[in-house]
């Protein structure tokens, strides 16, 4: 199994602090936007984000919560191991909110389906917009693009990014796995 370096920590966190630019340009206060990290991942970039604008940009209005959306997939009952839920933590309603869901990698679109889903259940958003660290172009099943992507990524299906977040993995980090 080889492995590229895609991202090492200093771009991560030139791309994250893009990111959080990004999103001040379109949600200036944040008074009416909440981000919404998707479990089990992208919750370490929602929380980077948030943290970064909290504490560089000094927006003072973050909403931050998690998403758990195993439930909702429409392969959970496919695999041979039972999946494990992860914990929601959501104390606001998205009612007329500008929702901004957070994941690490887009892939095939149906985590984000399934968080369309999942997210009715804490009211109707105004609109809602995706952001990710990475963007695999190639592997759609679902019409579904970002909004704001850190990098984009050409991938063949024998291939894997993993992602890495120093809070979890001890760095800050993008590879290219050959499965």
């Known amino acids: 199994m080889s492995q590229k370096v895609l991202l090492n920590a ?7 602090h893009r990111l959080a630019c990004q999103l001040i340009e379109k949600h200036n206060d944040f008074s009416n936007t909440v981000l919404i990290g998707l479990q089990p991942r992208g919750v370490f970039l929602a929380d980077r984000i948030a943290k970064i604008l909290r504490e560089d940009y000094k927006v003072k209005n973050i909403q931050l919560g998690h998403l758990d959306i195993t439930f909702f997939r429409d392969d959970f009952r496919r695999g041979e191991k039972p999946l ?13 909110k500008n929702v901004v869901f957070i994941d690490d990698v887009l892939y095939t679109g149906r985590s984000i389906r399934a968080a ?18 990475i963007d695999r172009r190639f592997s759609r099943h679902l019409p579904i693009q970002p909004n704001y992507k850190g990098r984009q990524v050409d991938v ?7 992602v890495n977040w120093k809070e979890q993995d001890q760095e800050d980090s993008v590879y290219l796995i050959e499965k």
């Open 10 to 16: 200093k771009e991560v966190n030139i791309i994250l």
């Open 116 to 133: 369309l889903t999942a997210i009715q259940s804490f009211g109707r958003p105004n609109e809602i917009e995706l952001l990710t660290l």
């Open 156 to 162: 063949i299906n024998n291939e894997k990014v993993k």
């Open 84 to 96: 494990e839920a992860n914990t929601t933590k959501i104390n606001f309603i998205v009612e007329d």
